[in-house]
């Protein structure tokens, strides 16, 4: 299993194999629709990671890079595939590429359960996020 960096004409050929796990992860959110996500990865603002072997695609993680006052960061904002337990080790190149950037973390938000399977990566249960959404 092998972690791919897509480049930019790369992303439109591995999008339809990925949409679905896109739309997915998404699907509890409000700020971003899976075609917002692909227009951002073809413009350069978003990066995106691909899982795979020879044979086949089996995760991707989309994220970018957010400037605060004192810090840089990476913010994860998908996540998805199958077969997790053979592609989560692979936080490190990403990891690499944060640090490359200048990142002082990354940070991701999901289900409760992403805690449990990426504490031995090194991440923690920093805070929860809550929204209150305003009509």
């Known amino acids: 299993m092998r972690l791919v ?4 004409d790369q992303i439109p050929v591995y999008w339809p ?3 679905a796990w896109v739309a997915a992860a998404l699907d509890h959110g409000i700020g971003y629709k899976p ?7 073809l413009r350069g603002e978003m990066q995106l990671w691909i899982a795979e072997d020879d044979e086949d695609v089996h995760a991707c993680a989309i994220g970018h ?3 605060f006052p004192r810090a840089k960061a990476c913010w994860i ?3 998805g595939g199958q077969a997790v337990e053979n592609w989560v080790h692979l936080d490190a190149g ?3 590429w944060a640090r490359a950037q200048g990142c002082a973390f990354i940070e991701g938000g999901g289900r409760k359960g992403w ?3 990426l504490r031995d990566q090194g991440y923690e249960d ?3 996020i809550y929204r209150k959404v305003l009509t």
């Open 94 to 96: 990403i990891s690499e």
């Open 17 to 19: 194999r990925i949409e």
């Open 115 to 117: 805690v449990r399977l």
């Open 77 to 79: 904002l998908v996540v």
């Open 5 to 8: 960096h897509a480049d930019l």
């Open 126 to 128: 920093a805070f929860s």
């Open 65 to 67: 890079v957010v400037q």
């Open 35 to 41: 075609e917002d996500v692909l227009s951002m990865c």
